[in-house]
């Protein structure tokens, strides 16, 4: 019995791998017609070959029946941008006060006649940024045509920034029919457009306000006196020159130096020597030195040994001051002193300055030789 179980187990051992190769088989029978599908792609590949190719770019129509499509329209072309002036006129249509600003300020800073005629209808600009912004861009451009629009915003407009801008475009504009009314703005509210005006006055050197400018000479306002001053001194103005040399005593040391520098450009040698007492070593450097080069101006001699004090000195203003004396009224001695700190100075702007008064030392006693 135990003979037939392990010759059983024998038998079943050794058919084992026939029972797995036969299976292997049956599964591989069963699985063939799988592959068919790859002969039945045939027909549909002998198709596509008996359809022409279509040559590279050409579209084959599948469809005879289809008409063929349409071109697609052509897109707009794109807008040039708008160049920057262009911009800013486009900015001065803005309901937006800020912006119409800008347009305004950049069209005022871009220096082109093209601008001033919008520029001139800006000045009615219900904003007051926007008017000032147009007075300054038409004194910059100094728009003559302007300037009756200016003279009525100098006396007329409610805000005082734009009423001293009009007084500032007015100088560069050097009208004198705007006399008048720069003569109105010297009682404005505004200091700030009081001293706009007298400054314009000055540098229009506009006579018929001679007389109202000499009366200011007598003002609380140190400001309105030094304008005053100044604008006389422009004008050279002979009638005011006994209340100009009378300024030299003033309280105010800038309206002092505005004095000085005033008679001194008058020439009027009756002021001589009220300048000498002010060359006495007492007084400030500046107002020494000033008058030091108000008698330069008076052709005399007298400041130089003053202005010789100064010509070493580390302050630039009263070197330059100093040194514009010794050019003006220097001696042989002078030009050799000034050669010999030439040569020996460091200072390449020193050197310049020193230069040009060695130039102009040499050319005027070579004139002198002349005569």
Known sequence: MKMKKITAIFLALAMAPALTLCAQTAQKKTAAPAKKPASAAKPAARAAA??????????????????????????????????????????LKSADPSVRRQGAAWLSQARDPKAAPYLVKALDDESSWVRQSAADGLGLLVWRAASPKLAAMLTGDKDAAVRQQAAI?????????????????????APAVRYAALHTLGAMRYQPAEDTLAGLLKSDDPNMRRGAISALGQMKSTKATAALTAAISDGDVYARLEAIKAVGDIGEASAAPSLKKLLDKSQEPM????????????GRDDGLVTAFEYVKSQDIGLKNQALNVVGMVGDAHSLQYVEEMYAAEQDPTTKGMLDFTRQRLQARLKQQQKK
């Open 50 to 91: 008996a359809k022409p190719v279509a040559k590279p770019g050409v579209a084959v129509s599948t469809s005879a029946a289809k008409p063929a499509a349409k071109p697609a329209a052509a897109a707009p072309e794109a807008a040039q941008p708008a160049t920057p002036f262009d911009e800013a006129v486009q900015k």
């Open 287 to 298: 107002i020494r030195v000033e008058a030091a080069l108000a008698l330069a101006k008076l």
């Open 169 to 189: 475009s007015l100088s560069y504009l050097m009208d004198p029919a705007a006399g008048q009314a720069l003569m109105k703005a010297l009682n404005d509210e």
